[in-house]
């Protein structure tokens, strides 16, 4: 079975500051991985998604993420946070017509 | 273009009362999913369907019923509110690709469920 953990559970970032926020999974094949953003009170968000092809992917925002497979991750990092980026983010795996998600990360942003 | 839409935004229920939470998407997307949110959990699939008249479980299944007769509507019925069903439900919707979940979802606002 897929599973997806994100170790972090709340993280603070100052304005300006990189930020970088883990994801690993489990799955037996080539993952499909995603990362979506949720700000309060609404629905998530595609940031970028991995298929195939270059692990380095870019996504919308300023968003990029690594996929590597030694290391069964998919993390997320932005060079420069702005306090728009307060949200909670969260890394899924997909297989079959299944989508699972981790637990989620909440970001804060300080000025 | 609306997107993904739910009734209601928010539900108070009774332990044993039933209801339906409404999801319908304009986009044209065969893939539709009911998905509920509860704290330090993340996203649970709950049901799925792949096109009209084909649903199937997810993760968490038990004490929800789903049915698809149109492209556009998926709806979520629960057969006896309880407790534990106290969550924030999400529908998602996408194109169908073959055999694997490969395109972007895209989420509906949410619908806030208490079950006292």
């Known amino acids: 079975a897929q599973s997806v953990t994100q170790p972090d559970i709340h993280i603070t970032v100052s304005e300006g500051a990189s930020l970088e926020l883990r994801c690993n999974y489990s799955?037996?094949?080539?993952?499909?991985l995603f990362w979506y953003v949720q700000s309060p009170g609404q629905g998530l968000q595609l940031l970028l998604k991995y298929f195939s092809g270059d692990t380095l992917v870019q996504g919308i925002k300023g968003f990029e993420a690594e996929f590597k497979r030694s290391q069964s991750s998919f993390n997320l990092r932005k060079p420069s946070v702005h306090w728009s980026d307060a949200a909670e983010y969260f890394c899924?795996?997909?297989?079959?017509?299944?989508?699972?998600f981790g637990a989620g990360t909440t970001v804060t942003v300080r000025a | 273009n609306a997107g993904v839409t739910q009734t209601p935004k928010f539900q108070v229920l009774k332990t044993g009362q039933s209801m339906t939470l409404q999801c319908a998407q304009d986009?044209?997307?065969?893939?539709m999913s009911w998905y509920r949110q509860d704290p330090g959990m993340g996203l649970r699939l709950i049901h799925y369907?792949?096109?009209?008249?084909?649903?199937d479980q997810g993760e968490v299944p038990n004490g929800y019923n789903v049915s698809r007769s149109t492209t556009e509507d998926f709806p979520l019925r629960l057969l006896s509110a309880a407790p534990s069903q106290t969550s924030v439900y999400f529908c998602a919707s996408s194109r169908r690709q073959a055999g694997a979940i490969t395109d972007t979802q895209y989420f509906g606002p949410g619908t806030r469920l208490t079950v006292l």
């Open positions: 369907s792949v096109g009209a008249g084909i649903t």
């Open positions: 899924a795996v997909g297989s079959d017509y299944k989508l699972s």
């Open positions: 986009m044209n997307h065969e893939y």
């Open positions: 799955y037996g094949a080539t993952p499909y």
